[in-house]
């Protein structure tokens, strides 16, 4: 037997990885900042809280999870009440830089969402993400 699984996925998203654009192009209108090394040290250093988002575009788990928890209005208002910084590493095509990054957590891939206190601890979420595992994840920094 054959059974079918529908996923709540936008159009963007899924012509996007289909084209092979980036996955921040795919959310050109979010505000996410683009992964650097240098900059996720500078905020640390700073004591800004700050959201890692390793993703791909090809990553299903990834875009639903973009879709229905970190775009959401919920989080986005937590994000920005807390003054989290939001950074995105694209791994479409395995960026040395971000692959780098993924083994210091011992993954072999994404999607990886670390959660920076003010103090500068990452804290690792979950792979498949809910608005109010991030939302308590968030109230705890």
């Known amino acids: 037997m054959l059974l079918a699984i529908f996923l709540p996925v936008r159009f ?5 990885a289909a084209s092979g654009a980036s996955a921040a192009s795919a959310h050109a209108g979010d505000e996410w900042q683009r ?17 890692v988002n390793f993703t791909a ?6 875009l ?14 937590a994000f920005a009440k ?12 395995q960026n ?3 692959t780098a990054f993924l083994q210091q957590f011992g993954r072999s ?6 959660l920076y206190d003010r103090s500068g601890t990452p804290n690792v979420l979950p792979q498949i993400l809910t608005q ?3 939302l308590d994840a968030v109230g705890r920094i």
Do not use: F
């Open 109 to 114: 891939g994404v999607p990886l969402y670390l």
């Open 96 to 98: 040395p830089d971000v």
């Open 57 to 62: 575009s090809w990553c299903l788990t990834c």
């Open 132 to 134: 109010s595992e991030v």
């Open 35 to 51: 992964y650097d090394a240098a900059e996720v040290a500078r905020l640390d250093a700073a004591g800004r809280p700050l959201l």
């Open 12 to 16: 963007a998203d899924v012509a996007a």
């Open 64 to 77: 639903v999870n973009e879709h229905t928890t970190l775009d959401s209005a919920r989080v986005r208002d």
């Open 82 to 93: 807390h003054q989290i910084v939001a950074l995105k590493g694209d791994w479409t095509r």
